[in-house]
């Protein structure tokens, strides 16, 4: 990652970021440009350091925002119609404490609507494309700021990862993906999906660039309850891991993966013995019920939380409406993509008096078990591998008429999510057709640093 200096400008280092941007219009990776006040940041930060002034570990650094972190910069817009004309009033903790080292957000990445979904095929703005393949999905939710990454317009993107949407979007475009420990990164300013496993994490390049973007984004903040103390602070190579094993999960290595994807986590597990992980099978049998459990669990969450967006406060209000329970409806069903409703209305029903505890109480009993079986591999290993999703980026359309299909996809990437551990989708191969594929790092809560440091082995050594 370039950082700027005396020898490096930051007005350069933004420029060369925008002109990609540019560049790369086609793949559709932004929903809107922060080109005046980018460039005028970056000024501002070389006039200091020709002053000789501190400018911050990440002076003049361009990165990519996904478009549900809350800004001062241009509208908020979570790809969707409700929030299109939305000006935030406040800005997202993480993004504070990035721009206070110094870098600077050049535009808003496209996602799935209010980040439910797996492919950025939900956009009220129009899909985003595979950085590898045109035709291809980009993955998602944060689809915009995968690509972003990996064509090189900028060497860090934030996303939010809730069942696995920076995780697998990292996976199908070959870049790191980071879904910290649940509580490591501040929510507050990041509008909300699934409050009980949203994280906010990071897309870079290398494992030492995504560990300093989380380092700085991570920690106490008094705005959101649920932050973890400081845990982020070593530097990688001071990490050592206790047990030197590592557990593969076979149950997500069998019927319905893709050979590739199989092979290409096989390979992995061999670099990981040569730099000296003994590799153990495992089976997580409660893991086939993550998916189910995820889909009660995060509808009924979402259906709380989109509950706000009732035309009164802000975003869209329909222009048309009888009484207040028809601007209620006609707003939402104007402002809300399938997708949004499909899930609104699940989660109202799994809450409803009567299935509430067919449904959403047996899920969350189902999930403490889940996270039971997760405790008890961990003891063991340093960290569990397994496949980020069952296949490589899928064509754009192919799982869009059939929901449950696209839900298939998330299998591997919730179950860590249920338990609030820490996940990094580490770029491993690529299929024959030129495809990217991850690998998944899974590891106890606070182990997010010893998933990186072990990936960094990887990366540097074999
Ligand atoms: N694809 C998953 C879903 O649709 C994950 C979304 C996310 O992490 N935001 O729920």
């Known amino acids: 990652m370039k950082i700027a200096d005396k020898n490096t400008k930051a007005v350069e280092l933004v420029r060369d970021a925008l002109d990609k941007a540019k560049k790369f219009e086609a793949y559709h990776c932004f929903i809107s440009m922060n080109e005046a006040r980018a460039l005028e940041r970056a000024r501002e930060i070389d006039k200091k350091i020709a002053k000789g002034e501190p400018v911050g570990r990440l002076a003049g650094v361009p990165f990519a925002l996904k478009d549900n972190y809350l800004s001062r910069d241009g509208n908020t817009t979570a790809a969707a119609r409700m929030l299109e004309d939305f000006a935030a009033p406040i800005t997202a903790t993480a993004v504070k404490r990035l721009e206070a080292e110094g870098a600077i957000v050049i535009g808003r990445t496209n996602l799935d609507a209010f980040a439910h979904g797996g492919s950025t095929e939900n956009s009220y703005f129009g899909v985003t494309h595979n950085s590898a393949d045109m035709e291809r999905v ?6 915009g700021s995968a690509v972003a990454v990996a064509l090189g317009i900028v060497p860090f993107a934030l996303g939010s990862d809730t069942g696995g949407s920076i995780r697998q979007p990292a996976s199908f475009n070959g870049v790191y993906g980071v879904k910290p420990t649940y509580g490591a990164v501040s929510r507050y300013g990041v509008v909300a999906m699934a409050s009980s496993t949203d994280t906010m994490g990071c897309f870079a390049t290398t494992a030492e660039d995504a560990d300093l973007i989380m380092k700085i984004m991570a920690g106490k903040d008094e705005k959101d309850s649920t932050t973890l103390d400081d845990y982020w602070t070593k530097d990688l190579d001071e990490i050592t891991p206790k047990k030197k094993k590592i557990g593969l999960i076979t149950d997500f290595m069998g019927e319905g993966v893709d050979k590739e994807v199989v092979s ?15 590799i153990e099978e495992v089976k997580l049998p409660i893991a086939k019920y993550a998916l189910a459990i995820y889909y009660i669990v995060q509808p009924a969450e979402v259906a709380s939380n989109l509950s706000r967006y009732d035309g009164i406060r802000y975003g869209h209000r329909a222009a048309e409406f009888d009484d207040l329970a028809g601007l209620y409806n006609n707003t939402r069903d104007e402002g809300f993509m ?28 189902a999930r403490t078990l889940l996270i039971n079986g997760y405790n008890e591999l961990l003891e063991k290993y340093d960290a569990l591998l397994c496949p980020v999703a069952p296949n490589p980026a899928f064509k754009i ?16 990437t919730v179950p860590t999510s249920l338990t609030g551990m820490p996940s990094v989708s580490v770029p491993a191969g690529k299929t024959k057709a030129g495809l990217p594929v991850g690998v998944q790092l899974i590891g106890q809560r606070r182990d997010d640093q010893l998933l990186l440091s072990i990936a960094k082995t990887v990366e540097e050594q074999a």
């Open 138 to 143: 980009s993955g998602g939710s944060s689809g």
């Open 338 to 365: 399938t997708e949004n409703k499909r899930r609104i209305m699940i989660g109202n029903f799994v809450l409803s008096s009567g299935f509430y505890d067919a449904y959403y109480l047996k899920a969350q009993k």
């Open 264 to 278: 290409i986590v096989k390979d992995y597990a061999k670099k990981l013995e040569k730099v000296g992980f003994e």
């Open 397 to 412: 359309g192919e799982n869009t008429s059939d929901p449950l299909k696209m839900y298939l996809e998330d299998v591997m």
